[in-house]
């Protein structure tokens, strides 16, 4: 079956930094799209950041200056660097993946559990 993990979240104060990672299983990592979405309470889930089977990645506006996506293939890592974090972005944070799309042109179809990412003012 395949798995996806999220580690890292936590309570940050407004401006500092916090780094998620993500671990697959159970799936060949390449050939894919690979993405960080988040939703907070009574709010749509909106996509952070994606990045396609050869590491170019794209952001959403609300983090682009401020967020880093990266993976790792050979050992099956996602990462994302959050800097200068503003209480906005507190919310629920789930790793994802779409197999076969390596232009990250379609919808994701594993995700994660989550890790909550709370940010204070």
């Known amino acids: 079956q395949v798995q996806l993990v999220e580690f890292g979240g936590g309570s940050v104060q407004a401006g500092r930094s916090l780094t998620l990672s993500c671990g697959v299983s159970?799936?060949?990592?390449?050939?894919?799209?690979m993405s960080w979405f988040r939703q907070a309470p009574g709010k749509e889930r909106e996509r952070v950041a994606s990045i396609n089977s050869v590491g170019t990645p794209s952001y959403g506006d609300s983090v682009k200056g401020r967020f880093t996506i990266s993976r790792d293939n050979a050992k099956n890592w996602l990462l994302l660097q959050m800097n200068s974090l503003k209480p906005e972005d507190t919310a629920m944070y789930y790793c994802?993946?779409?197999?076969?799309?390596?232009?990250?042109?379609?919808?994701?179809?594993?995700w994660g559990q989550g890790t909550q990412v709370t940010v204070s003012s």
């Open positions: 159970g799936y060949g990592y390449s050939r894919n799209c």
């Open positions: 994802a993946a779409a197999p076969y799309d390596p232009d990250c042109s379609g919808v994701p179809v594993y």
